[in-house]
């Protein structure tokens, strides 16, 4: 099981490092998203450690990375949107975390899902325009 673990890791490293700035986000939304799915399950099975690992995986990858992304600069009142919005997500992964409440994870995975959709539409638009 190990070698599985470690190839993945490897595969994971390797398309971060050769992934454009906008697959990058993309892997950040694919990642926080299963994270906060494993964290469900975990929940669901009573695994209050497996829980707190995923929802603290989740957290450090919208906090992290998404919203530490965002050019408040230069998006200005969108990208101000965009940090209310990753700032959200992590107040409901807090609550699901502390509350051991499932609905708080779904109103987080929701808003990631939708800009997630937003985000592989914008790489469609510039794909398409070229």
């Not at 950040?28 to 964290?39: D, G, N, Q, S």
């Not at 959709?117 to 790489?123: D, K, N, P, V």
């Amino acid at each position: 099981m190990r070698g599985a673990a470690a190839y993945g890791r490897v595969n994971v490293e390797s398309e971060i490092l050769s992934a454009s700035p906008h697959r990058l986000i993309a892997l950040l939304f694919e990642h926080a998203l299963r994270a906060i799915r494993t964290a469900e399950v975990h929940m669901n099975n009573g695994d209050i450690k497996g829980k707190a690992e995923a929802i603290t995986k989740a957290l450090d990858i919208v906090s992290q990375g998404l919203l530490a992304a965002v050019d408040r600069e230069q998006g200005q009142a969108i990208a101000e949107r965009l940090a209310e919005l990753y700032e959200y997500v992590c107040e409901q992964l807090l609550e699901a975390n502390l509350r051991n409440d499932t609905v708080h994870l779904q109103n987080a995975e929701k808003v990631l899902e939708a800009l997630s959709e937003g985000w592989h539409g914008i790489a469609g638009q510039a794909n398409g325009a070229g």
